[in-house]
């Protein structure tokens, strides 16, 4: 068996990759390292579980329940809600874990299941080794030591989780949102009741499509992958902006009183420049990944604030800044980690901090955005080659050195092989658009030529 855990928890076709008796059992090998079997510190260990709408998160949930509680882990069943909603749970309510089941902005056939430790905090790799390692042993035969009369946990709904969550986000806003009119696409996914009734509670009028979840219909032509819908609404409704959520509300994208997109960049920037005027940005810095466009770095150097790379992924965007203590970090993408207020990407509150800036400036979120201007960004996988040799390849590494002297300081070159798959991706960054579909057409057949 190849390693369980992923870049963002267990994830995989639901009933095919990702059973019930997975579910179960891997709640029982996390109650074990994270909740000591229902002994850590001598009291009886409590678990938030939440989840999004997807169908299949009905039997999913059933079974981690299931196996928490015979573990002697007491529930606290929260229904249908965001990721961050659980991990800001999980820290309020002085649980020992959590456990959100999701597959984020997947297809609905697809679901997975997030662990957060206490404090509502991702796992380390450590930790996911241990709960791997504890399941794995009891694959083969090992019995679980269980608990029996009292020592059992107990199950119980949650329900002000959704009151205490939305209290918690209108309480950080610098500033109230009357006067917006805002557009919501919720992906049908688990926002959709939280996100409107968030931003109506902080003044804003709202107009939501894709907020009508029936189990299947999840990220399915709407939220941040889908951003069509969105736009025409915007225009049509003559709205202020507009923000888009996937599936389990752990991202956000925008969209401007002229329907045009905001990336995650742009929201860094909008929210970096603001944090830092508030003197929340400490040490003037934000932390993004190496996809994040030239652009984006370059406005923030001009405007005095140091930006800070890490390897793609949230969770690396995360220990950086945890690691340093940072305030703001985030992907293009549109996951976007403000630590002061949560310990993971939260696509709600990202929006009404975006939703506050507006509210508060005056100022129209185009032109906020125009703080930073995106490069023409090109992207080229180049499939079926030796991706362990990219890095080592004498004609690649010459190839690499021929494009950056072309482009010079106003473009970028980034090479980096796939995590998951036998390809190579390019990257390059230039001024003006056909430079870069040339040098990366060029990288490309490089990379073919000497790997394939």
């Not at 649980?95 to 662990?115: E, Q, R, T, Y």
């Amino acid at each position: 068996m190849g390693r369980l855990f992923g870049t963002d928890g267990v994830r995989g076709v639901a009933n095919a990759d990702l059973t019930a008796e997975m579910a179960l059992g891997l709640s029982v090998a996390a109650a074990h390292v994270l909740a000591e079997a229902g002994t850590f510190a001598g009291h009886k260990p409590k678990a938030v579980v939440g989840r999004d709408p997807r169908a299949s998160g009905e039997f999913l949930e059933a079974a981690v329940v299931a196996g928490l509680a015979s573990a002697g882990v007491d529930v606290l069943r929260v229904g249908v809600l965001p990721t961050p909603a659980v991990a800001y749970l999980t820290g309020a309510l002085g649980a020992d874990l959590g456990v959100m089941l999701s597959a984020s902005h997947n297809a609905m056939p697809d679901n997975g299941i997030k662990f957060f430790a206490r404090g509502g905090h991702k796992l380390a790799d450590e930790l996911e080794d241990r709960i791997e390692a504890v399941y794995a042993e009891h694959r083969t035969g090992a019995p679980w030591d269980r608990p029996t009369g009292a020592g059992v946990g107990r199950v119980h709904d949650y329900a002000e989780g959704f009151d205490q969550y939305i209290a918690h986000l209108v309480g950080v806003l610098p500033n109230r949102l009357d006067g917006l009119r805002i557009v919501l696409d919720e992906a049908h996914g688990a926002a959709s009741r939280v996100s409107p009734e968030a931003f109506a509670r902080a003044g804003a009028e709202v107009i939501t499509i894709g907020a009508e979840p029936d189990g299947l219909n999840i990220n399915d032509g709407y939220g941040s992958t889908h951003l069509d819908k969105l736009k025409a609404a915007v225009v049509e409704h003559g709205a202020d902006l507009g923000i888009a959520h996937d599936g389990d509300a752990d991202r956000c994208l925008a969209v401007d009183h002229t329907g045009e997109e905001v990336d995650g960049d742009q929201i860094l920037s909008v929210l970096a420049l603001a944090m830092r005027e508030r003197s929340a940005l400490r040490s003037d810095t934000v932390v993004a990944t190496v996809m994040s466009n030239l652009g984006f770095k370059l406005a923030m150097e001009r405007e005095g604030i140091q930006v800070v790379q890490t390897a793609v992924g949230d969770r690396y965007v995360l220990e950086e800044m945890k690691a340093h203590g940072y305030a703001l970090g985030g992907e293009q993408s549109g996951h976007v980690i403000v630590l002061d207020h949560a310990t993971t990407g939260d696509g709600t509150l990202t929006g009404l901090l975006l939703a506050a800036r507006v509210a508060g400036t005056g100022r129209s979120l185009r032109e906020l955005a125009g703080v930073m201007e995106r490069l023409p960004q090109v992207l080229i996988n180049v499939p079926d080659v030796d991706k362990s040799r990219v890095h080592d390849s004498a004609d690649v590494t010459a190839a690499v050195a021929e494009a950056e002297r072309e482009l010079g300081t106003t473009g970028r070159v980034l090479l980096r092989p796939s995590g998951t798959e036998p390809l190579v991706r390019v990257m390059v960054e230039a001024a003006d658009l056909e430079q870069a579909q040339s040098v990366a057409g060029r990288l490309a057949d490089v990379v073919k030529s000497a790997l394939g």
